[in-house]
């Protein structure tokens, strides 16, 4: 089997190109042009891994891409996929998160209409919800540009695969987290200032709302449900959750308890941080998975978060020489 992965640099490309490698595959990854490359989290894959220089602006450079490789599955997981730079940058969203779907769909259905492709969809389409928990019947009620994008990109997957008879799918997965989550992410962003706040690097972590309430997955696991959907009979959409929510407050209570501080004594409140439209709640109804994909979460919230937060201590410690009980190097 030969995968082409597209945002393989990013934390769940790097686990999905880890868990094809292990099934076998010949692993593909599309890369932008770009001054300053950034593979930090595919560094030990490089020579494993085969990259490509394409972009989701250029509709030929899609076509020829495929032409090249001759996937026979596609991993949609590149997109302008930060929330709040989604409302300085709409257009520039819609771009690549929205109609870079297209540009892909399109260069399948013209190259090699055998192509199974996913499509990475996302719980921030449920916005405003409509109904709680949610799944994959709820209603969709996008609350930024980005979830906006991510819903054209959802509803021009199925209307490719209805059209035009592709395995095309879309994932619709919740919130998922890990040690490679880019650091202006909420769970991340706790994670990495406990480390730091503990090491004396740091004096305090600057928060928006923290009573938002979100289903946080560990995303090792849910690159294992991107796989599975690929390999089922039938093209179908599934929503990938784990059923249980927390607040970003219980994300920094637990993050600042693993490294005995009180963050009543760091966190602030700042504007600055807080959505010109709040999504308030999110919560995964993931039966359908589980029964189809007999797929299910496995790590706790709790244990994600100490995963994360000993990670960014052992990275702090490396990189500053300090230690948590106070001493420096010698």
């Known amino acids: 089997m030969k995968a082409l992965i597209t945002g393989i640099t990013g934390q769940d490309g790097s686990y999905l190109a880890e868990l094809l490698l292990e099934k076998g595959y010949e692993v593909h990854g599309m890369v932008r042009r770009s001054s300053t490359e950034n593979f930090e989290r595919i560094v030990h894959l490089k020579d494993r891994v085969e990259l490509h220089q394409a972009d989701l602006l250029d509709q030929f450079s899609m076509a020829s891409l495929l032409q090249t490789v001759r996937p026979s599955e596609v991993y949609n997981l590149a997109a302008q996929s930060f929330v709040p730079t989604s409302w300085t940058q709409p257009t520039l969203t819609g771009e690549f998160t929205a109609l870079g779907v297209t540009r892909m769909l399109d260069a399948i259905k013209l190259i090699d209409p055998e192509i199974r492709f996913y499509q990475a969809s996302s719980s921030e389409m449920f916005g405003k919800v409509q109904e ?46 890990s040690p490679r989550r880019g650091r ?147």
């Open 132 to 177: 709680t928990p949610q799944d994959e019947n709820t209603p969709f009620y996008p609350r930024s540009p980005y979830a906006v994008a991510k819903l054209y990109g959802h509803w021009i997957t199925i209307n490719y695969r209805e059209s035009f008879g592709l395995h095309a799918v879309s994932g619709i997965l919740f919130n998922h987290e």
């Open 184 to 330: 202006e992410f909420v769970t991340r962003k706790v994670s990495e200032a406990a480390a730091r706040i503990k090491l004396g690097l740091q004096d305090d972590l600057r928060l928006g709302n923290l009573d938002a309430h979100r289903d946080w997955g560990y995303a090792p696991e849910y690159v294992d449900a991107m796989w599975r959907m690929l390999q089922q009979p039938k093209a179908v959409d599934y929503v990938i959750g784990t059923g249980c929510q927390h607040s970003v407050r219980d994300c920094v209570e637990m993050s600042f308890m693993h490294v005995d501080l009180d963050p009543q004594d760091f966190v602030k409140i700042d504007s600055e941080f807080q959505r010109p439209a709040e999504v308030d709640t999110l919560l995964a109804n993931p039966a359908k998975a589980r029964d189809g994909l007999g797929w299910e979460a496995r790590t706790s919230f709790e244990e994600m978060m100490q995963i994360m937060v000993e990670a960014d201590l052992v990275a702090q410690e490396k990189a500053s020489g300090r230690r948590r009980g106070g001493e420096g190097t010698r």
